[in-house]
C-alpha cells in the first residue's frame, strides 16, 4: 500500500496559495444555497490530519475562510508526524475518546481484504466498517464527487468519507538538464536505460531518491511502476491486486521476476548513497540540481517550488517496458476526510465539508496541495498540473495492481516488510527469483 509520509520543512512558504483561498472564499461565500446559514453554527470544530506541509496550510487557509463564513464557529487543527507514527496514535486516541469533529487518513478504507476480519484490517478500514463514522448519505456535496472517489467510500450503500484527490507516482525531471543534454522525454525502457547511460557519462547523477529515515519502502517510486509496466497489462481478469488475492495470479510470475531484475539495473543510476540520503531532504536535493530526475509523489511538487521557483519541471511515467502504453504512472487516492458520529458538532462539520467541497475553494485546495481532483468537473492551473501535463490525474490505480497487505500475513507479505525483499534484489544478497519464492511462499489471501 503506497505510503504518505510527512514534510518537517517550514510553513510560512503558501502566503500566495492563503491569500487566493480567501479570495476564492469570499467569492464564494454566498454561493452554498444548500448549506445552512451562517447565524445558523456556532461552537467548536476539531480536525486532525498529519504534517504534510502543502495540504496543512490548505487546510488552515479553508479554517480561516470558514470562520469568515460562519463567525459562529471556531475551527482548530492539530497535526502530529508521520501518517504511519505519532499521527496514528493521536488517530487512534481521538477515535477513542470522541474528541475531534473530522478526522483524516492517508487512504480511503476501499479496497477491503478478499476475506475482511479485524485481524487483516487496518484500523481505519474497520472503523469505516463499524459505525465509528457517521455516513454522508444525503449530503448535496457528495454530487461534486466522481463515482470512483464515492465507491472508494462507500460499504454496504453508506458513503463514510470524501477522498479529497489522488497522487500520481513517477519520474520528475529537470527540463532545463534534458534539454543541456538534448534528451527527450523517454517513452520505453530501452529508451530510458540509453539516457540514464548519457547522463552518467556526462558526470551528472541520473536519478535521485531518499531511503534514509524511511527505509526501502521509498523504493515504491521504482518497483509500483515497473508492476505497472509489464506485469499488469497481462494480469487475469484485467486486476492484478485480485488476481492475486485470489490465487490465479503469483508472485512467481517471470513478469514480476523481470520488474525485479529491471529494478536492479535502474539501481546502478541512482545517487551514491541513496540509501542514506533522508527522504526528507529529496525535493530540496532535487530543486537544487542534485540529479537529473526525482523518483517521487506528486504531493513533493509543492515543496520543490518552494525550494527553487526558477526550476522547470516535467513528468512522466517509469517505463518498464517496450511498448509504450503499458507505461503508466501509479496513481493513489489520498486524504481522505470522514465525520465521527461522536462529533459534538456534526452540524458544523458536514458545512465544513460542504463549504471544501465548493467548486473554487477546492480548486484553491487542489492548486495548492498539488493533488489530482476527485471531483467530477473544475478547472485547475496550479504548479502541479502544469508540471503533470497531460498526466495530471492519470495512471493505474493502486488497487487495481497491488493487492492488501495485512499484519496477520506472513513475513515478507506484510505491509513494513515486502520491500525489504526489493533492496535484496538490488543490493545482490538474492536473486529476483529468489525473492519471488519468498513472497510466494509467505503469500497467504488475506
Known sequence: ???????????????????????????????????????????????????????????????????????????????????????ATLLQQTVNSGTADIVTWVSPFQALPLHPTRQNMTPFQYWS????????????????????????ETYQGKTYGVVSGTYQEGVFYNKQTFAKYNLSVPTTYTQFLSELQTLKSKGVTPMFVGLGNVGPVYLQFIYYELMISLWYPNAPGGNLATALETGS???????????????????????PNYTGVPWESMPGDFAKGDAAMLLDGSWDLPLIQQANPNVQVGFFPLPGSDTAAN????VGDNLTFSVLRSSHNQAAAMAWLNFFSSPSIYAQYVNTTGISSSQNGGTF????????GSWFGKGVNINNFYPTLSANNAYYDQQTNWPALQLAVIQGSKTAAQAAQLYQQDWTAP
Not at 254 to 270: G, R, S, T, W
Open 249 to 271: 495470479a503469483k508472485w512467481t510470475d517471470p513478469a514480476f521476476v523481470q520488474a525485479m531484475n529491471e529494478e536492479k539495473a535502474l539501481a546502478q543510476y541512482l545517487e
Open 327 to 330: 507505461n503508466q504512472p501509479e
Open 1 to 87: 500500500m503506497s505510503v504518505r509520509w510527512s514534510r518537517s520543512v517550514a510553513a510560512g512558504a503558501m502566503a500566495v496559495a492563503i491569500t487566493a483561498f480567501g479570495a476564492a472564499a469570499c467569492s464564494s461565500s454566498g454561493s452554498s444555497s444548500t448549506g445552512p446559514g451562517s447565524g445558523a453554527l456556532s461552537g467548536n470544530l476539531k480536525i486532525i490530519t498529519w504534517e504534510n506541509p502543502p495540504a496543512v496550510q490548505a487546510i488552515t487557509s479553508i479554517d480561516k475562510a470558514f470562520m469568515k463564513k460562519y463567525p459562529g464557529v471556531h475551527v482548530s487543527l492539530q497535526t502530529a508526524a508521520n501518517v504511519n507514527g505519532p499521527y
Open 129 to 152: 466498517t463499524s459505525g465509528v463514522f457517521a455516513p454522508l448519505n444525503g449530503q448535496s456535496f457528495l454530487h461534486n464527487y466522481t463515482s470512483s472517489a464515492l465507491a472508494a
Open 381 to 388: 492551473n496550479g504548479y502541479a498540473a502544469k508540471a503533470m
